[in-house]
Nanobody, 124 residues
């Protein structure tokens, strides 16, 4: 089992940047594929980015490609989401999630563990 705690959210103007962090407990972090999801009011939870165990393979939803970068540091049990050129439509609660498998998938039901979320608000 792994516990996840996100941080780094906040209020930023359009065009600005934020870096989200997700710290994981336990000694088996490197065995989990990690994902970032977001959920805006009245909308379903949406896949944003994912990274495989070693960090060598990543996936992004089209709307964030070229602006967001997911990375992980297995020595620190942490996964990051660097968000640049933020837009008002990026406003949402951002969650990190873990799945004990090798593949990055976009379906949130495939992730076994979730953090509590961190709010990101982008003003126009």
């Amino acid at each position: 089992q792994v516990q996840l705690v996100e941080s780094g959210g906040g209020l930023v103007q359009a065009g600005g940047s934020l870096r989200l962090s997700c710290a994981a407990s336990g000694r088996t972090f490197s065995t989990y594929t990690m994902g970032w999801f977001r959920q805006a009011p009245g909308k379903e939870r949406e896949f944003v980015a994912g990274v495989r165990r070693s960090g060598g393979v990543t996936d992004y939803v089209d709307s964030v490609k070229g602006r967001f970068t997911i990375s992980r540091d297995n020595a620190k049990n942490t996964v990051y989401l660097q968000m640049n050129s933020l837009k008002p439509e990026d406003t949402a609660v951002y969650y990190c999630a873990a799945r004990p498998d090798i593949l990055v998938v976009r379906n949130p039901t495939s992730y076994a563990y979730w953090g509590q979320g961190t709010q990101v608000t982008v003003s126009s």
